[in-house]
RNA sequence: GCUCCAGUAGCUUAAUUGGAUAGAGCAAGGCACUCCUAACGCCUAGGUUGGGGGUUCGAGUCCCUCCUGGAGCACCA
């Protein structure tokens, strides 16, 4: 916004210095930092540390205020300003209020649940995230990966790309051997219970306490994991079986997310090719083969000279099954063949950082060009308090679904005492939505490098700086205008004299873009989070402050176009997020 | 030992990526319901941004160093 006029007070600027001899230096422009009026502002900082480094010693801060005072002077009123101010330093330019809550408001009444969407960029990105393990539960750790991988999508589609959203299912591997041996040893033939995740998750348990505690147990399990490996006939129906009752688990739980997925890949799928990988790979050099006493490996540090920095990559076992480098070696081929992608992201725990390290840098080596266009998007895990890891062995899990059952019925409740007269079907869709926005929020709302501490209390509040806020927002702007009839003013001027909190409210829906940008670039679900709320409490404050169904026929008009453009953009953040925005709660 | 991350109010945290007076929520104390949904709002209190140096007109943000906590470092993913 306003281009121009920033081109045109950069001429005069530079007329200005070369008038009074002054050195040339680039100044960039910023926002005002906000307090009531809008405006952009010009620091002199620069310019002035200038001329104290070529001329006489000067106080900088002081020397800026001068040349921001002489410059306002010297520019006079630029067109589209109201006012032109010399502060502690800055040259800064005001513009009209109403303008520019009309052309906001218009702006977001006319692109509606587009509003704060960016022109398509032509740029294909992959994000793979969730990246479950089938044969294991699913718990609140993996909810911070869905949730993640799911906003950063929206937000990425939202920004201008073309986003294809990908899941990798690891259905194989050492994990789902224990588990399918454990079951063959213990529990043949036995059906799953009504609630498959948590029975798979719980056999899984089992397994791993066995593998590590019962002797000859894990010799047994290498066995089968060979026995797999020639793909004997009732391994692999076991195997399929059993895989299926685990899918049918996880689809249930990302519906009930709102998550869909493009591609899914499975680990299965990329195996036998990532042996032929690991073929080329010695053949070329690259690979070390130790077999049968050691295992394939790649010394990445004495390849590229560094010390300590990638160290050693083991891609095959020395019994010549297939680890998670194995695997992931091909798939990143085949998803920039099957899509053309530009960029492709991983969502994927702080943990594995060192493991995508090397993986990316074999994959360069390797001499793929894309290979700079990989980025692993880290994030810090979900603990416990007390510093406690989740542990399915300890029993310190917290499983999705408990999590889910007991914030839907807490929300409930709520919606009971506040809307008795609902159906009772609406009544359960409301707490649902109110209940998973709970749950999200905190995941979304620090930042990606931040450990998140899971408690029932923080998880299951829904008062303060949390989605239900946010959306209670939103159901009292729909209110507000349900009650108008639903019906907007044709184009209407805004009064010159806004109240502060209208004014507030105005500043926060503008924003929305700008936000949008900004998280997309550094892939932080953080930034809309936190908008979200701030736009939220803006709204909450002007609907205290500002009567709207009461207020005279020319201010009621304005504010109800107010009220629905914030009405859309709490929805549109929170739709970015993953949250549903009710009507009614 | 090496590498990475974090350290901001009692607790959980934000800070437009180096800009103007470090903002919020929870918890605490006080106020406010004949008024569009009180899952709301207002006020009070709470800060040497882990310590110390440095760069800069300007540092929570960049550099160095130390301290504390966490994670990772050859066949689990």
Redesign the pocket.
Known sequence: MFEEEKQDIEQKLKAFCEQNELPFVNL?W??????GEW?I?L?L??L??AE??SEVKV???QR?QELAEMLAEFIGLPQGFTRVKA????L?LYFSTSDYAHRITNMVLSQGSDYGKAARLGKKTMVEYS?P?THKSMHVGHLRNVILGGAVSNILEFAGYDVIRANYL?D????VIKWLWNYEKYHKDEQPAEDRTRWMGDLYAEADQRFSDEPGFEAEVRQYFVRWDRQEPEILALWEKTRQWSLEGFYQVYELLGEQFDRIYF?SEVEEAGKVVVEKLIESGMA?D?RP???V?I?LDEILGT???Y????V????G?????T?ELPLAVMKFDEYELDTSIYVID??????MKQIFKVLELMGYEWASQLVHL?Y??V?LPG?M?MSSRDGTVVLLDDLIREATQR?LD??Q???PELAEDKKVV??RA?ALG?IKY?ML???N?????FDW??AL??????A??I???H??A???L??ANNELPKDVSFGKELHISEVNLIEMIS?LP?EVE?AA??Y?P??IA?YA??L??AF????????????EADVQAY?LMLVAAAKQSLANSLNLLGIEAP???
């Open positions: 960039e910023r926002h005002i930092p906000f307090s405006g502002a620091p900082f620069a002035a540390a104290d480094r106080s900088v801060p800026a502060v502690k330093g800055y800064n990246q393990n690891g194989i591997g050492l994990h680990e070390v130790g006493d050691e295992p490996f010394n010390k300590d920095e160290r050693v990559s083991v095959l076992r020395s019994d099954t297939s680890l998670y480098a695997k702080v943990r594995q950082s060192l493991h880290a810090e895990v603990n510093n890891t929300a709520i919606v005492e506040k809307n409301i707490a109110v709970a905190p709302s620090r930042d490098t931040k450990i998140v501490t209390e923080t509040d829904f008062n303060g700086q949390s239900p806020y959306q209670y927002a159901v009292r729909g209110s507000i349900k009650k924003k700008g900004r670039r550094v932080k953080l930034l936190t709320f701030e939220a409490k909450n404050d002007f609907y205290n402050q500002c009567p709207v169904l009461s207020a504010r009507d009614v709660m």
